[in-house]
C-alpha cells in the first residue's frame, strides 16, 4: 500500500478506481518495424476508434455543456479525416519503416509546428488540437483509454490541476473524488467540489503518471491521505465513516424548506455559488434561498469564440425558470487571470491578476459585454434575475458598466423586447472598492463581498499559490476591517450586503461575519445546509 498526501478542501472518503487525466506523455522511441503494412492497418484501427470515441464524446457534451462548446469535438474528428495528416503518418511509415505511434507523433509535431507558424489567429489556435488528437491516436494504438473516456465509470480523478475548461467537459456524475498535484483552497477544483458535493484534495505529491491509472485507492478527503491498494484494515473505518457521512446527510436534509434565522432572530438569506446552468440541480438539492453569484464567465472558456446571445439567454433561462421567483444574481463575465479565453484575454500580461480582468475587460469589449447583458435582460422576464460587476475600484467604472446597461435597456425597448425589473450590484473584492463603499453603496442596488479577490488583494498573497498558503488568511484584521466598513457603508444607505467568496462557506468564520452585519451568505451549495444548522445556534447580538 503506498500513501501520499495532500491539502483537504473539501472532507468526504471515496473508494474506487483512479482515472489519471492529463498525465505528461512518456516520449515515444522510434522502433523499426518489417511489416509496414501491418503498422498502416493498426493506424487505420485506431483512427476510426478515435472518430468513434468523438462522436461519443460529441453527444455527451452537447447534453452537459450545449453545441457550441461541444463542438470541439466535431472539429478534432473533421482533423482526423484530413487526408493531408493521413497521407503523411502513412508516408513515414513507409519510408522509415517505424512503428505507428512514432509516425503519428511526428506527425502532429510537423502539423502543429505548422499551425503555428500562420497568419490567422484561428488557425494558430488549431496547433494545441492537432497534438491533441494525436494524443488520441496513440492512446488507441497503445490500448490505453484516452482521458475523455476514462469518465465512463465512476473513478477518483488525478490530475496536476483542473483548468476551467477541463472542468466542463467532465461528466459530473462519473467523479468520485478529485485529487491533484497542483491547485490551491480556491482552485477551480475546490470550487467545483463544492459545489458537486466530491471530496478533493489539492497541492498532493501524488505522482501524475498513467502508472496509476486503473489502480484502487481509497481517499480520506478529511485528513488530506490518499492510499493506493488500501488494505482491508485501512477500508474498515474508511466505510464505517462513509456510512456516517450518510447518516449525517439525511439528518441535514430534515432542514430542507426551513428558513434561516440567527438564534435571536435576524434572518439571513443563504443562497448558492454557481458555475454553469446545470448546477442549479445542485442549489435546488440544497434548497438555497436563490443564486447568489452564477460565475457566468464559464460559458466563455474553452471554446474559440464567445457564446452567442442565444445560448447566453437559453443559459440564464434556465436558471431563472428553475429557481422560480427566488433571486438569481448573474455575474458579468469576469475573465481575465486564470480564467482565459484566448479569444479576449491576454497572454503577455506580467501580473494577470492584477491586469485586464473582470470589469476591465468588459468595458475594453463593449460590444461582447452588451450581448452578454442583451442576453440577461431577456432572461429577466422567466424569474427573479439581478445583475453584478466584478472587480470594480472605481465610481467611473460602476457609472460606465450602469450606462450601457441603460443602453441595452433602451435598444431593448425600442424593438419591443420585454424585459424585467433587474437591481444591479458590485462586487466588492478589491480594497479600493471596500474603501470607496460608502459612494459605491449610493450607486447601486446591493453590495457581495468577494473575499477571496479580497483577500488577496489586500494582503498582496495569491489566492492560487500553495506555498504562501500559510499567509491567505481571510480572518486576517485588514480583511475584517474591510468587511465591517462596507456593511457600515451599506446599511447606512439602505442597501443589503453579502458575501460570495468562499469565507461564507467557513462554519467558523460565518458566526464573525454575521457580526459584522453580513445579511446573506452566497455559498457552495453541499454548505447550505450545514450553515442553516449553525446559524440557528448563533446570536448576532449577544446579551449582556
Ligand atoms: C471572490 O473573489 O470572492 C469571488 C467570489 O469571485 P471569484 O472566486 O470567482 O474570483
Ligand atoms: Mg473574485
Known amino acids: 500500500m503506498e500513501i501520499y498526501n495532500g491539502k483537504s478542501v473539501y472532507g468526504g472518503i471515496a473508494i474506487g478506481k483512479i482515472a489519471v487525466i492529463g498525465a505528461k506523455e512518456e516520449v515515444i522511441v522510434p522502433v523499426s518495424v518489417a511489416n509496414t503494412a501491418y503498422e498502416k492497418e493498426r493506424f487505420k484501427k485506431a483512427l476510426l476508434k478515435s472518430k468513434e470515441q468523438l462522436t461519443e464524446l460529441y453527444s455527451t457534451a452537447v447534453e452537459t455543456v450545449g453545441k457550441e462548446s461541444a463542438e470541439i469535438f466535431e472539429i478534432h474528428k473533421m482533423m482526423l479525416e484530413d487526408t493531408d495528416y493521413i497521407e503523411n503518418v502513412e508516408k513515414i511509415i513507409d519510408e522509415e519503416k517505424i512503428m505507428a505511434e512514432y509516425a503519428v507523433s511526428k506527425t502532429g509535431q510537423e502539423f502543429s509546428e505548422r499551425f503555428l507558424k500562420m497568419d490567422s489567429e484561428y488557425m494558430r489556435e488549431r496547433s494545441a488540437d492537432v497534438t491533441d488528437i494525436s494524443q488520441r491516436v496513440i492512446s488507441n494504438l497503445k490500448g490505453k483509454i484516452p482521458d475523455g473516456q476514462k469518465l465512463c465509470e465512476k473513478v477518483i480523478i488525478v490530475a496536476e490541476d483542473l483548468t476551467p475548461s477541463e472542468t466542463i467537459s467532465l461528466d459530473r456524475k462519473n467523479i468520485l473524488a478529485f485529487v491533484t498535484a497542483g491547485g490551491s483552497t480556491l482552485s477551480h477544483t475546490a470550487i467545483l467540489a463544492g459545489i458537486m458535493n466530491i471530496p478533493a484534495i489539492v497541492a498532493s505529491n501524488i505522482p501524475v503518471d498513467n502508472s496509476l491509472d486503473g489502480s484502487i485507492a481509497a481517499v480520506d478527503a478529511y485528513s488530506g491521505k490518499i492510499y493506493i491498494n488500501p488494505d482491508n484494515a485501512l477500508l474498515t473505518p474508511l466505510r464505517k465513516r462513509l456510512d456516517e457521512d450518510k447518516k449525517r446527510y439525511l439528518e441535514l436534509s430534515k432542514l430542507r424548506g426551513m428558513e434561516t434565522k440567527t438564534k435571536d432572530g435576524k434572518k439571513i438569506s443563504l443562497l448558492a455559488n454557481i458555475s454553469s446552468s446545470k448546477d442549479v440541480s445542485y442549489a435546488l438539492e440544497n434548497d438555497a434561498e436563490g443564486i447568489g453569484l452564477f460565475r457566468s464567465e464559464f460559458l466563455?472558456?474553452?471554446?474559440?469564440?464567445?457564446?452567442?446571445?442565444?445560448?447566453?439567454?437559453?443559459?440564464?433561462?434556465?436558471?431563472?425558470?428553475?429557481?422560480?421567483?427566488?433571486?438569481?444574481?448573474?455575474?458579468?463575465?469576469?475573465?481575465?487571470?486564470?480564467?482565459?479565453?484566448?479569444?479576449?484575454?491576454?497572454?503577455?500580461?506580467?501580473?494577470?491578476?492584477?491586469?485586464?480582468?473582470?470589469?476591465?475587460?468588459?468595458?475594453?469589449?463593449?460590444?461582447?459585454?452588451?450581448?452578454?447583458?442583451?442576453?440577461?435582460?431577456?432572461?429577466?422576464?422567466?424569474?427573479?434575475?439581478?445583475?453584478?460587476?466584478?472587480?470594480?475600484?472605481?465610481?467611473?467604472?460602476?457609472?460606465?458598466?450602469?450606462?450601457?446597461?441603460?443602453?441595452?435597456?433602451?435598444?431593448?425597448?425600442?424593438?419591443?423586447?420585454?424585459?424585467?425589473?433587474?437591481?444591479?450590484?458590485?462586487?466588492?473584492?478589491?480594497?479600493?472598492?471596500?474603501?470607496?463603499?460608502?459612494?459605491?453603496?449610493?450607486?447601486?442596488?446591493?453590495?457581495?463581498?468577494?473575499?477571496?479577490?479580497?483577500?488577496?488583494?489586500?494582503?498582496?498573497?495569491?489566492?492560487?499559490?500553495?506555498?504562501?498558503?500559510?499567509?491567505?488568511?481571510?480572518?486576517?484584521?485588514?480583511?475584517?476591517?474591510?468587511?465591517?466598513?462596507?456593511?457600515?457603508?451599506?446599511?447606512?444607505?439602505?442597501?443589503?450586503?453579502?458575501?460570495?467568496?468562499?469565507?461564507?462557506?467557513?462554519?467558523?468564520?460565518?458566526?464573525?461575519?454575521?457580526?459584522?452585519?453580513?445579511?446573506?451568505?452566497?455559498?457552495?451549495?453541499?454548505?447550505?445546509?450545514?450553515?442553516?444548522?449553525?446559524?440557528?445556534?448563533?446570536?448576532?447580538?449577544?446579551?449582556?
Open 300 to 544: 466563455y472558456v474553452g471554446r474559440t469564440k464567445p457564446p452567442s446571445e442565444e445560448e447566453q439567454f437559453e443559459a440564464y433561462k434556465e436558471v431563472a425558470q428553475k429557481m422560480q421567483s427566488k433571486t438569481v444574481i448573474i455575474r458579468t463575465f469576469d475573465l481575465g487571470a486564470d480564467k482565459r479565453a484566448d479569444y479576449l484575454t491576454f497572454e503577455d500580461e506580467e501580473n494577470p491578476a492584477l491586469g485586464v480582468r473582470g470589469i476591465r475587460l468588459s468595458l475594453e469589449n463593449e460590444e461582447i459585454f452588451k450581448t452578454q447583458l442583451r442576453a440577461i435582460y431577456r432572461a429577466s422576464v422567466y424569474g427573479n434575475i439581478s445583475i453584478m460587476y466584478p472587480m470594480i475600484i472605481s465610481e467611473e467604472e460602476v457609472k460606465r458598466a450602469k450606462l450601457i446597461s441603460e443602453q441595452v435597456r433602451n435598444e431593448l425597448k425600442e424593438k419591443n423586447i420585454l424585459f424585467g425589473n433587474v437591481e444591479e450590484g458590485v462586487m466588492i473584492e478589491t480594497p479600493a472598492a471596500a474603501l470607496i463603499s460608502d459612494k459605491l453603496a449610493r450607486m447601486v442596488d446591493f453590495f457581495s463581498i468577494g473575499t477571496n479577490d479580497l483577500t488577496q488583494y489586500t494582503l498582496a498573497v495569491d489566492r492560487q499559490n500553495s506555498r504562501i498558503g500559510n499567509l491567505y488568511d481571510v480572518m486576517h484584521l485588514s480583511v475584517l476591517n474591510l468587511i465591517k466598513m462596507t456593511c457600515e457603508n451599506a446599511h447606512k444607505n439602505s442597501i443589503w450586503v453579502g458575501v460570495c467568496g468562499e469565507m461564507g462557506g467557513d462554519i467558523d468564520a460565518c458566526k464573525t461575519l454575521l457580526s459584522l452585519g453580513i445579511d446573506e451568505l452566497s455559498v457552495s451549495p453541499t454548505k447550505i445546509l450545514p450553515l442553516r444548522e449553525i446559524i440557528s445556534k448563533i446570536e448576532v447580538f449577544p446579551k449582556g
